[in-house]
């Protein structure tokens, strides 16, 4: 069954930086396109980033952009979300999501992981 | 960018009652257009894409219709594990936008 798992989220300072993961199984990841969504606390959902299935296109939100850098390693069916330069704004669950094959929108994701950015 | 806007943004109702839930998008997206239930604490959950097309084990008491601006997303005879938040999402262009969510509440 597909399964999406994310880590790496925590507490951390205005400014400094973190890297989310989020491990696949259970289909072929090399051929999805993958997404970042997120979640203010009560807050409703907001698309970070997208990165197509061999990696060669990528979008933001402008909100994060310049900021954050989404990648992938299909040798480890792994997504990741790299946060730079991190705002209190920026406080959120963040969700992978996998992409429906040749759409834009989600059909499984993952449970979410936590990321709190305070001084 | 594409705006999404819901309303109600919370609906009060009662088991056996049908609703019905708007989605109004900014500009035309087609058909590109789908909806999501999210429980307290849990991931979203696809209910519905291109504007009508039922998910795989989604209740057939769900259903969705619209084109280019105006969506509904409709529950015939609300069940109790239906209280829970809605949200439509355009996938017309990026970036992706979802609408601000309704809350279905127990009246």
């Known amino acids: 069954q597909v399964q999406l798992v994310e880590s790496g989220g925590g507490a951390v300072q205005p400014g400094r930086s973190l890297r989310l993961s989020c491990a696949a199984s259970g289909f072929t990841f090399s051929d999805y396109g993958m997404h970042w969504v997120r979640q203010a606390p009560g807050k409703g959902l907001e698309w970070v980033a997208a990165?197509?299935?061999?990696?060669?296109?990528?979008y933001y939100a402008e909100s994060v952009k310049g900021r954050i850098t989404i990648s992938r390693d299909n040798s480890k069916d792994t997504v990741y979300l790299q946060m730079n330069s991190l705002r209190a704004e920026d406080t959120a669950v963040y969700y992978c999501?996998?992409?429906?094959?040749?759409?834009?929108?989600?059909?499984?994701w993952g449970q979410g992981t936590l990321v709190t950015v305070s001084s | 960018d594409i705006q999404m806007t819901q309303s109600p943004s919370t609906l009060s109702a009662s088991v056996g009652d049908r609703v019905t839930i708007s989605c109004r998008a900014s500009?035309?997206?087609?058909?590109?257009l789908a909806w999501y239930q999210q429980k307290p604490g849990k991931a979203p959950k696809l209910l519905i894409s291109r504007a009508s097309t039922l998910e795989s084990g989604v209740p057939s008491r769900f259903s969705g219709s619209g084109s280019g601006t105006e969506f509904t997303l409709t529950i015939t005879s609300l069940q109790p594990d239906d209280f829970a938040t809605y949200y439509c999402?355009?996938?017309?262009?990026?970036?992706?936008?979802f609408g601000g969510g309704t809350k279905v509440e127990i009246k």
């Open positions: 999402q355009q996938y017309n262009n990026y970036p992706l936008t």
């Open positions: 990165i197509w299935y061999d990696g060669n296109n990528k």
């Open positions: 500009q035309s997206i087609s058909n590109w």
């Open positions: 999501a996998r992409g429906v094959l040749g759409e834009w929108f989600f059909d499984y």
